[in-house]
């Protein structure tokens, strides 16, 4: 169904235009009229049509006028003009405002049903456009709180590569460096700092959680996590790396509105403690700094620069180059890391030379904590007993940057180089034991038990460092010690399948020709040029045993 309004201070010419849409339409058009402009602006207003068909000449107000006047509150309908002159002014106005076509009268039948036909396609193609657009956007409401949960839980549980946010960021059209946390908890009642009843309160933030979140996100530029416990994480973007007084109080006196709000509309008692401001790879900290707000005050709100919570740094000290500095080291990262160990020091290089000694022994000490942390590295005491003299021996600042760029690159390579050795441990220890146990019925499960490791993760990690998953690795030893033993006449064919891991003598003769190119017997007859090398038979490994 199509709304076509019909605008001419002539009867005869609105009743020969409603004459030719109903022939040649029938009922596929709704059709309303006006004589005057004034009418028709009002008509328009609470007939909402598809198609306006307009004289320029009408009593009171024009049909320019009434077009643009329409067009304020209808930005989608299309205007067909006719007009008795062929006026070059109003020709231009009306292409101005974006009408289809303008017609001299008398009209030409044909040209009027060929123009009505366009418009209908246009505002079909308009239609089905805005039924895809809400497709989309009904698809988005159930994909985006997904994406912004996952970009949360990776930020505060530090599981991320550098391009995993950045993806996050381009979905959800984040275009700030900078955030901050705020932390919602709930709960029956308060008690000093603390919310009683946390499983209890959960439940029903996780039952009124979408409105809850709609109301988040009206509020604030942010993405909102899901129900952990009886919390729930918020990533708030701002657009510097500082948040100045009248910003932070209209942010919290926000924050007590949604408080009021969500207890009267929802019967849910909660309150929110708001961290700092910092890049978003340090979510982390501004969370744990959401958390202490709440438990050094009992008030609904809580600010962490309101109260003695982290550390707050003089204007030009490089914050920034440090979070990255130690977010690299924690990765393993040993070039990422020198380059902002190095940006660091070029901004304390002119400083006192006892600063920038205390300044590189405490980077260079945290950042082997770091390493003992994720590399999975022995502690030991005495190991750095010659770090104060090291750096107490020069008084040059290009010898101390050296002595801290050297340190900070063997802390990353420590992490890189312990998992790596870990990883290779483990993948000698599994192929020691299927080398060990491939005549018995051994199973993934079996070998990543025997390297206390999990089966889903010893997959991947074999495959990663051997080029092959577990069965091709298994079928080869098989394959490579059934080809020794039957060049041993003393063995029968079954004894030989035993001895390999078959207990079926076909599926192992099967298998020996998929991966060798020859049967069992014929390797046994002709020996190694019955082969013409080693898996080249068929498609090596033996993927469904």
Avoid at 132 to 154: A, C, D, F, Q, R
Avoid at 378 to 400: C, G, H, I, N
Wanted: charged fraction near 30%.
């Amino acid at each position: 169904m199509y709304k076509i309004m019909l605008a001419d201070d002539e009867g005869i010419v609105i009743d020969s235009l409603r004459f030719i849409i109903e022939k040649e339409f029938g009922n596929e058009c709704e059709i309303a009229t006006a004589k005057t402009g004034r009418s028709v602006i009002e008509l328009a207003e609470s007939f909402r049509p598809d198609i306006a068909v307009m004289d320029i000449q009408m009593p009171g107000i024009n049909g320019i006028e009434a077009m643009r006047e329409i067009r304020k509150t209808n930005s989608s309908i299309i205007f067909i003009v006719m007009s008795a002159y062929d006026k070059f002014d109003y020709a231009q106005e009306a292409i101005k405002l974006g009408v289809l076509d303008y017609v001299t009268k008398p009209m030409n039948r044909e040209k009027m049903v060929a123009l009505l036909h366009m418009a209908m396609d246009q505002v079909s193609d308009e239609r089905r456009k805005r039924s895809e657009n809400l497709i989309i956007k009904e698809k988005l409401e159930t994909v985006v709180p997904i994406l912004e949960s996952g970009l949360i839980y990776n930020l505060l549980f530090k599981e991320y590569f550098e391009e995993d946010i950045e993806s996050y960021k381009s979905l959800l059209d984040i275009k700030s460096d900078y955030a901050f946390m705020m932390v919602i908890v709930c709960g029956d009642e308060q008690e000093g700092s603390h919310m009683t009843n946390a499983a209890g309160s959960s439940v029903r933030m996780l039952r009124n959680y979408r409105d809850i979140r709609d109301i988040l996100k009206d509020t604030f530029e942010c993405a909102v996590g899901t129900v952990m416990s009886n919390k729930i994480a918020v990533l708030v973007s701002h657009g510097n790396i500082k948040m100045d007084y009248n910003d932070r109080a209209s942010l919290i006196e926000r924050c007590r509105e949604i408080v009021h709000i969500i207890r009267r509309k929802f019967g849910i008692r909660l309150r929110i403690g708001i961290g700092g401001v910092s890049s978003i790879i340090a979510m982390s900290e501004s969370y744990n700094q959401a958390i202490k707000a709440l438990l050094f005050t009992t008030g609904s709100v809580a600010h962490a620069d309101d109260l003695p919570i982290g550390c707050d740094y003089t204007d030009d000290y490089p914050v920034e180059t440090e979070e990255r500095l130690f977010e690299e080291i924690r990765r393993g990262n040993r070039e990422g890391a020198v380059r902002e160990a190095d940006r660091f020091f070029e901004w304390m290089k002119d400083s006192d030379i006892n600063n920038i000694r205390l300044k590189i022994i405490e980077f260079v000490l945290f950042a082997e904590k770091l390493a003992y942390e994720n590399g999975g590295m022995t502690y030991r005491f005495e190991s750095r007993q010659d770090y104060l003299p090291e750096v107490l021996a020069t008084d040059m600042a290009e010898k101390l940057r050296e002595w801290f760029l050297h340190k900070i690159g063997d802390a990353c390579a420590n992490i890189e180089n312990k998992r790596a050795e870990r990883t290779m441990s483990v993948v000698d220890m599994a192929k020691d034991y299927i080398r060990g146990n491939y005549s018995r019925n051994i199973s993934l499960e079996d070998v990543s038990r025997a390297v206390d490791i999990s089966p889903y993760y010893f997959s991947r990690l074999f495959k990663e460092e051997t080029g092959e998953n577990f069965i091709e690795y298994l079928t080869g030893i098989r394959m490579e010690h059934a080809r020794e033993l039957l060049l041993n006449p003393g063995y029968s064919m079954k004894e030989i399948c035993s001895m390999v891991g078959y207990q079926d003598p076909n599926y192992f003769s099967r298998s020996f020709k998929k991966n060798v190119g020859v049967t069992p017997t014929e390797y046994r007859d002709n020996g190694p040029a019955a082969a013409s090398s080693f898996g080249d038979g068929g498609e090596k490994g033996e993927t469904e045993f």
